[in-house]
């Protein structure tokens, strides 16, 4: 049991590149989601899913796009990379059992230069 | 909109001393995580409290929840050198596209021998 897994786990862009962020997990969870966490400010929710095929916006969603295609899997795109998306990316899964407990992935660390 | 605020943001404590982290939140909502991070590493989940009154203690760690007061407090007892960490709540709501936590600044807390 893997739980949640993130790829990759270091990434450096140059400004107005693109990337995929992936974020799989294997505990059969209904929400997915996708922060941010720059020093200081905590955890910022981008993008969300309550379920494969649905996604929902969060705080912080300009300049992001989400896609669940497959209920294990919540890939977040930068389109074009800015300095101000550097930051780490942590994914999360819940179950939406009774227990309601949210398990995090380790984190990617982008630098957009 | 939920907002949540820890205080204190820094905490620098002597071993064997006692503390408290406090979080409050604006809105209602029907869930509170408390999570804990280590530097450069993912969030760890410590507890969820689901119902007013809630209190859920592990080791020298004891969390509890008062819903109407729309608070909850993370209580270190005799604290140890091992709890330095980052130490976060997260409040979640039920929106029409399903559940989200927000989460507060974190509390740094450094526990010195």
């Known amino acids: 049991n893997a739980g949640v897994t993130q790829t990759p786990k270091f990434r450096v862009l140059k400004t107005g590149q693109s990337m995929t962020l992936l974020c799989a997990q294997d505990?059969?969870?209904?929400?997915m989601y996708w922060y941010r966490q720059d020093p200081g400010m905590g955890l910022r929710l981008i993008h969300y899913s309550v379920g494969e095929g649905t996604t929902a916006k969060g705080e912080v969603p300009d300049g992001y796009n989400v896609s669940r295609l497959k209920k294990q899997n919540f890939l977040l795109g930068l389109e074009s990379a800015a300095p101000s998306q550097t930051s780490v990316y942590f994914c999360?899964?819940?179950?939406?059992?009774?227990?309601?407990?949210?398990?995090f992935g380790p984190g990617t660390r982008l630098t957009v230069l | 909109e939920l907002k949540v605020e820890q205080n204190p943001l820094f905490l620098s404590m002597q071993e064997g001393k006692n503390y408290t982290i406090y979080c409050n939140y604006s809105t209602t909502s029907d869930r509170l995580y408390w999570y804990r991070q280590d530097p450069g590493k993912s969030l760890e989940s410590l507890f969820v409290l689901l119902s007013n009154g809630a209190v859920k203690q592990e080791g020298r760690l004891m969390a509890s929840l008062d819903t109407k007061a729309r608070l909850s407090t993370l209580h270190i007892t005799a604290a140890v050198h091992d709890l330095s960490a980052t130490y976060f709540c997260?409040?979640?709501?039920?929106?029409?596209?399903?559940?989200?936590?927000?989460f507060g600044e974190g509390t740094q807390l450094t526990v010195n021998p």
């Open positions: 505990m059969n969870h209904e929400y």
């Open positions: 999360a899964s819940l179950s939406g059992r009774s227990d309601n407990e949210q398990f």
């Open positions: 997260a409040a979640a709501t039920q929106e029409t596209s399903g559940s989200r936590l927000t």
